[in-house]
């Protein structure tokens, strides 16, 4: 499960990833980079507790999750 919340009028946001599971696991999400008010034509914002890279125009996120446990990523200034 994952959840994103993102500021008006500001670039960036913070992703909150879920594993409910009893195994460890290893999550890869695109996102649209409008959805963060980012553009894939400018470099990677800094992002927090995830690989990240452009992949088709979209923000590629990477991250492993523990078990029942979240993973709060932050992308780009978060204040």
Same mark, same amino acid.
């Given at each position: 499960?994952?959840?994103?919340?993102?500021?008006?009028?500001?670039?960036?946001?913070?992703?909150?990833? #879920?594993?409910?599971?009893?195994? !460890?696991? /290893?999550?890869?999400?695109?996102?649209?980079?409008?959805?963060?008010?980012?553009?894939?034509?400018?470099?990677?914002?800094?992002?927090?507790?995830?690989?990240?890279?452009?992949?088709?125009?979209?923000? /590629?996120?990477? #991250? !492993?999750?523990?078990?029942?446990?979240?993973?709060?990523? /932050?992308?780009?200034?978060?204040?």
């Amino acid at each position: 499960m994952n959840h994103l919340h993102v500021l008006p009028n500001e670039p960036g946001g913070v992703l909150v990833a #879920f594993n409910l599971s009893e195994q !460890p696991a /290893e999550r890869q999400l695109l996102i649209d980079p409008a959805e963060l008010r980012l553009s894939a034509q400018q470099p990677l914002p800094a992002i927090s507790n995830a690989q990240a890279q452009w992949h088709d125009g979209r923000l /590629e996120l990477r #991250f !492993p999750l523990p078990p029942r446990s979240p993973v709060v990523i /932050e992308i780009g200034s978060t204040r």
